[in-house]
């Protein structure tokens, strides 16, 4: 009993860190296409930004926040520079994201240097708390509250308000939404923005269970991609969905049936390309 | 289109640079036939990784390197050293290449490193079939110094399963565990610090009840944490660098309640800061701490510090140690470096008495008989450090056993010794 | 024919010299990243035939590319088969056979679903070199095998040098030819046109299966090939970051242009080595010049030449042939100069 609650709990966290990762992915690709490899190289600067004011003795959430601000600004200044007029060539952001992600990382390694960094979480939540015979701690598990407050918010975002309502028609059908005169191309930025600040934020609050450190971006990647894959590419549900799948999956998985650990994974992502390819929400 | 030959120009120009910085290099070989060296310069390759997910470790075997240079004012036997710094990537293709580029377009006379065991083992071949000779201060494959001798390669490290053997008793008759599970991470290292351990501790009479094998870049150990049975005295474990810290973390934090032991580079003082207060208690087997309280290591921990601003690691006091086997093989040799084989001769017949930890003095297969000494983490003035606790001096690569018995039963790996 | 004349004499010169290099005082360290050149070379010019010739991205190429080198260790050091025609068959036919499995399930998808796919395929053969250590050694990976002799020949850094030199011109003169055969201008008209290919009545899916199988093909035979190199094969031989930079090398050099990824692995498998030693931010700089031929010169490093010296020799030439002629009309006739 106190292993099922344990695994649940803990896959249900880990989701919860896959979906920081993996939304702002599949926000940027939903509208733009653009799939932004560099994703995790920004979840990594957000990480190493939050952890440097952390150590000025700013409050973390504060830290998350301004970290989050910061990558949405490097965010601006790549889209601007390098991604905007390539956007509806999805080879082309492909490869240049991938260069990108490549200098970002090894900016990041000059910058913050090659010491493994761990990430404190704030004194409130850096106890364990227990619940029955489970140990579990107070942070991871309000990494699930949170994951589950931001799909909420990015939800209620998409649904009621006017920009989500361009971005949902933008993902439909953006050469109608141009022309009845609205302007997709700021949207396109606010929504790199948005994915952009997601991943540093993200960077931040799963830095205490992914810690920082040269490689880590190169690591998340396949995990991100893999939820995608589950969800399908471009919806938001689909993103919720697939890190709540991935995540359950590749815990139990790892409790279960430890000598398959290297494929739990992509166990879900097997199931979903041989039955499903595009995903459990995603279309075409 | 403007723009298309102004990068096309950019990278000539760049090839231009690179093939002018490279093909300047002068090969630096003696004339055979000199007698009295007038001090030719001595070539030392230092092969460690700069970038990469290993770029820390490495940063620290270069520092090694260096302050024993600053110490001996920059001379081997008279000679000045001139050091060629070569990135290995981490990785052992890499590796292999700038392996090539140190002997082939370097030429240097030795050879400082790899850090990874997968890189030490790639090398093995290339490096004997040149007769380069090496050291390697860091890679404890165990069969490097065991069934495959390499020629030219010294080892003036430590096995893997040289620290563990003697922790296996430790743990059952001192520390009074009976029943211990192990989580380590999945390759030879691994493999090997928790073969070395669960060999003794079940000879002594411990039960293993319970063998994890988490995958090298796992960041989340929760799924493996709620594995563990219950009953357990203790769990030992085998990580480093990023993997320690968010181990030991998480460790704590799933409040299994039961002590953590480890292998010693799992709290090693390069991660042991970061991991912070989870460590406290963590007892650990080491040829080396920081901490370790002799005179040698005294003056290598303050003038480490003095000069790069930080406390070493071992990495650091390896190449460092390393360095110190080179200079005093070349030492005895009077600065001659040509006869390849007599240098590594000279090296596998150094005996340290003031290495920083204690006595070093190598074994007829190339590896250290040196001290084993046991550790706690401890929170000493509000800084964590691995304080020593006990110690067993002279420990083989054999432990106890007698060589040939030994090397009758294969490697440790993830199936051998079985766990009863 | 007369179209190709200039490049093939070009290519042909190109060749003499390397070949001729060694014996001309290449030092044997160059001669080794030379040889390493050859080797991805290969891999980066059939990758290129996806990319560049059937517009399908995939990062699944490295996995071909290791299972070669994984198959030429096995049978180095379990069956100790000494013939490189044996193992680099295997090699290449074990590349093949994996790559069947995967493009029935990558394929189901296209554009960036396949990208994705092929990303995660990759995955799990690189968590599977890891786990089944039986067979692949895990992280150390299989060491322990010689380089057999080439015939007659000891299997020399020069030696191989010129083998792995004749294994890339082979490779890729047979590429070329698929390349403009019928089926590789069905290739060409699947990346430009593909609705239309549909409408002519092309199995579009068959196609870009063949192209798979073929771009794996040749993958694992330069993963064999680079085994021997190293004498060793090791997880880092089929993982992400190397299928990556195969796509680099595609991009840098040329895509679509068979040659421009030769060129791209020259640079940078030169840019890692040497320019390392003079800079730690090595990758940065690789970075930017590789976004700034993305964004700029996208037709690659090749394709610059190609449209610009190319011409420029071509229009060159046929002035001198044109002068040639003028001088020969008045030659033959002077009574009528004008």
């Known amino acids: 009993m106190t292993f099922y609650l344990q695994n649940t709990l803990g896959g249900l966290a880990y989701g919860g860190l896959l979906f920081m990762i993996a939304s702002g992915l599949t926000l940027i690709f939903g509208l733009m296409r653009v799939v932004n490899i560099a994703q995790t190289s920004f979840y990594l600067v957000g990480a190493y930004v ?59 390694l000059a910058t913050w240097g090659g010491n493994p960094r761990s990430v404190p979480p704030p004194a409130m939540l850096a106890h364990s708390v227990t619940l029955g015979a489970v140990v579990f701690p107070s942070y991871w598990l309000a990494l699930i ?64 269970i992914t810690g920082a450190y040269p490689g880590l971006d190169g690591e998340l990647l396949p995990l991100a991609f893999a939820v995608v894959i589950v969800g399908g590419m471009g919806s938001l549900t689909g993103a919720f969905a697939g890190s709540l799948v991935v995540g359950l999956v590749n815990t139990f998985g790892k409790a279960l049936l430890p000598q398959l650990s290297y494929f739990t994974i992509f166990a879900p992502v097997a199931v979903i390309m041989a039955l499903r390819p595009q995903g459990l929400f995603g279309r075409r | 289109m403007r723009k298309g030959k102004w990068i096309a120009l950019l990278l000539a120009a760049m090839l231009l640079l690179t093939a002018c910085s490279t093909a300047g290099k002068p090969a630096g070989t003696q004339t055979p036939g000199q007698t009295v060296a007038p001090p030719t310069p001595f070539k030392l390759g230092l092969l460690i990784p700069l970038t990469g997910v290993f ?67 790639a090398l093995v071949q290339y490096l004997d079939g040149q007769q380069m000779p090496t050291v390697y201060p860091i890679v404890s494959s165990d069969d490097l110094t065991q069934r495959t001798i390499p020629k030219y390669i010294v080892r003036t490290g430590w096995t893997s399963s040289q620290t563990t053997m003697p922790f296996g008793e430790y743990a059952y008759k001192t520390l009074g565990y009976k029943k211990v599970a192990t989580i380590s991470y ?106 370790l309280d002799n005179p040698a290591n005294k003056k290598f921990v303050a003038d480490y510090e003095k000069a790069f601003g930080h406390g070493p690691a071992y990495y650091a006091e390896g190449s460092y140690v390393g360095a110190m086997v080179l200079k005093k093989a070349l030492e005895s040799l009077n600065g001659k470096s040509d006869d390849h084989a007599a240098l590594v001769k000279a090296m596998k017949a150094v005996n340290l008495t003031d290495a920083p930890r204690g006595p070093v003095k190598m074994d007829e297969y190339g590896n250290p008989i040196q001290n084993v000494y046991i550790r706690k983490v401890e929170d000493v003035g509000g800084k964590l450090q691995n304080t020593v606790i006990y110690t067993y001096p002279n420990v083989s690569q054999f432990w106890s056993y007698d060589p040939k018995t030994f090397l009758a039963h294969p490697v440790f790996s993830r199936s051998y010794p079985t766990v009863k | 024919m007369r179209r190709y004349g200039l490049r093939l004499s070009l290519v042909l010169a190109g060749v003499a010299i390397l070949a001729a290099l060694p014996t001309l005082g290449l030092p044997p360290y160059y001669v080794s990243l030379f040889t390493q050149v050859f080797i991805l070379g290969i891999a980066a010019a059939a990758l290129d035939l996806l990319v560049g010739q059937t517009g399908v991205v995939s990062f699944a190429h490295a996995s071909f590319f290791g299972v070669g080198a994984y198959t030429v260790a096995i049978l180095c050091t379990r069956y100790n088969v000494s013939s490189y025609v044996i193992t680099l068959l295997a090699a290449a036919a074990m590349a093949t056979a994996v790559a069947a499995l995967f493009g029935l399930v990558a394929l189901r998808a296209e554009g960036v679903g396949f990208l994705i796919i092929t990303l995660a ?29 080439i015939g007659p020949f ?54 870009q299966y063949a192209a798979f199988l073929l771009a794996a093909l040749f993958a694992g035979l330069a993963g064999g090939l680079f085994a021997y190199y190293n004498a060793f094969a090791s997880p880092a031989d089929l993982a992400l970051p190397l299928s990556t930079q195969m796509l680099i090398m595609v991009i840098l050099g040329g895509a679509g242009t068979l040659f421009g990824p030769l060129l791209g692995a020259a640079i940078l498998i030169f840019l890692s ?41 071509n229009t060159w030439l046929r002035l001198r042939q044109r002068r040639e002629v003028s001088a020969a009309k008045q030659s033959e006739s002077p009574g009528d100069a004008a």
């Not at chain 3, 964004?295 to 190319?310: C, D, N, S, T, V």
């Open chain 1, 50 to 108: 939050g952890l440097t004011l952390i150590a000025r003795g700013t409050n973390f959430w504060l830290s998350a926040a301004v970290a989050g601000v910061a990558v949405a600004v490097l965010g601006f200044a790549v889209y601007r520079l390098f991604l905007h007029r390539y956007h509806k060539q999805e080879l082309t952001t492909v490869l240049l994201t991938i260069g990108l992600s490549l200098v970002l990382q090894d900016l990041a």
């Open chain 1, 145 to 208: 509250v949170i994951s589950f407050l931001t799909a909420a918010g990015l939800w209620l975002f998409q649904r009621y308000t006017m920009l989500g309502a361009v971005i949902r028609a933008g993902v439909d059908d953006g050469e109608m939404l141009r022309g009845l005169g609205v302007d997709v191309d700021r949207s396109f930025y606010f929504v790199f923005l948005l994915g952009a600040f997601l991943a540093g934020v993200g960077g931040l609050l799963g830095g205490p």
């Open chain 2, 55 to 121: 770029a820390a470790p490495g940063k620290y075997m270069q520092e090694g390197v260096q302050l024993l240079l600053q110490e001996s004012d920059n001379k081997f036997a008279g000679r000045p050293v001139e050091v060629v710094t070569a990135d290995s990537q981490g990785n052992p293709q890499a590796a292999l290449t700038q392996a090539r580029k140190l002997v082939e377009q370097d030429k240097v006379d030795a050879i400082i490193g790899p850090l990874s065991a997968a890189e030490g083992n």
């Open chain 2, 186 to 291: 999945d390759f030879s290292f691994g493999w090997e610090s928790v073969g070395g351990f669960v060999q003794t501790f079940q000879e002594a009479g411990g039960k293993v009840v319970k063998e994890l094998w988490p995958p090298l870049n796992e960041t989340n150990y929760q799924p493996y944490l709620s594995q563990i049975p219950k009953d357990v005295d203790a769990v030992f474990v085998s990580f480093s660098g990023s993997a320690a810290i968010q181990f030991v973390q998480q460790y704590k934090q799933f409040g299994l309640g039961k002590p953590l032991i480890a292998q010693g580079n799992t709290v090693d003082e390069s991660t042991l800061q970061a991991t912070g207060p989870s460590a406290v208690g963590v007892v650990t087997p080491l040829h080396y701490s920081a901490a």
């Open chain 3, 121 to 149: 395929l990759n995955q799990i053969v690189w968590g599977l070199a890891y786990q089944w250590v039986a067979v692949t050694g895990g992280e150390n990976g299989i060491t322990g095998f010689f380089r057999p002799p």
């Open chain 3, 154 to 207: 000891a299997a020399s850094n020069v030696n191989y040098y010129l083998y792995a030199l004749a294994a890339m011109l082979v490779s890729v003169a047979v590429m070329w030819v698929i390349s403009h055969s019928p089926f590789g201008l069905v290739l060409l008209g699947i990346r430009e046109r593909p609705r239309r290919m549909r409408a002519l009545g092309y199995n579009i899916w068959s196609y």
């Open chain 3, 273 to 313: 080595n040497t320019f390392s030693s003079l800079t730690e931010r090595w990758p940065t700089i690789l970075g930017i010049v590789y976004v700034a031929i993305v964004m700029y010169a996208p037709e690659g490093l090749l394709g610059i030449a190609q449209k610009r010296l190319l011409p420029s020799l």
